[in-house]
């Protein structure tokens, strides 16, 4: 009888990673677990393992689990692994096969409804990974390996794909509110206003026309390999900084860089990422929540790093909001109403734009 695990070992040096290394052959089980395991290895995937005839089937996964029944993801036939992996979570070295940390993103039962070389139609009984889903081989004859992953049943109730795209809500010129204690304050960049879309770990950009933009800053990429499998839709700037405060000049030529050109600027003229809403948020329209219940989530989301950040905002204060954006070398502020709902597009009256 071949050994199933043959691949898997041929792949791996024993004494240079961490990863099981099972000696005797696959003892066969109940055909009946699974584990979803989240790989940040070179591009960040998830490895779908399903347990048959005493291995784990597998395959790589890029985006991760489709959660409507619209959504096809690639899918990657890679070799059997050892049901010893079924568990399996640790830092593979770098350098090494699969290099990069793997975590255990959902482990439960499946059953089975159909299985053979041309399509896997299952249902997986899992805390995060529930619903029937079937992998199915496109027969690529320039690669074996070539499969897709798509939901077939409907998405869990109220489940909403986010959009890519939603027109910016805008606010008006004005002057700081008398009703002080009723509003939110926060300061404004001079940026390049940008609606961001992390899904399956990717990261795509629009600007406030609906123009994808996401080649112009590739500093920002990593924050989907940050959120993992989080699936949101962000509001905010992108802003270029220079001895602390915001930098017109830098912000204008990465605005007019082309892909290639702003690969290279990423060192000498960076770009950051100020979020200052969240629109949609792993299936789950907010834009009817109010402001404060937004800026909860988002910093929920714990989104701090070097090129993406959370500035924060202020409930009351506006004159010494106003004054410390002076200081600052700032345009000015801007007044949000504390239960104001996020309009796309308007939004008259509840964001206030107060310019110094």
Known sequence: MADRLEEYRGKRARDRTPEPWPDGPPEPGANDLFVIQEHHATRLHWDFRLERDGVLVSWAVPKGLPRSPGVTRLAVHTEDHPMEYLTFEGEIPKGEYGGGRMTVWDTGKYETLHWNDHKVEVVFHGTRARGKYLFLNRHNPDDDKDWTLRRLDPA?????????????????????????????????????????????????????????????????????????????????????????KPYPAGLDERRRADDSTAKRLKTSCPVFFFASDVLHLDGRPTLDLPYTKRRELLDGLGIEDRHWQLPPYYRGGGEAVAEASRQYGLPGIVAKRLDSPYRPGGGPGDWLLIAN
């Open 156 to 244: 869990d109730d109220g489940h909403q794909d986010s959009p890519e795209f939603l027109e910016p809500m805008t606010a008006e010129p004005g002057e700081l509110p008398a009703d002080d204690d009723d509003w939110a304050y926060e300061f404004a960049w001079g940026g390049l206003r940008t609606m961001l879309l992390v899904c399956g770990g990717r990261v795509t950009a629009h600007d406030d026309t609906g123009a994808d933009v996401t080649g112009r800053y590739p500093e920002l990429h990593k924050l989907g390999e940050q959120l993992g499998s989080i699936e949101v839709l962000l509001d905010g700037e992108v802003v270029v900084v220079r001895d602390g």
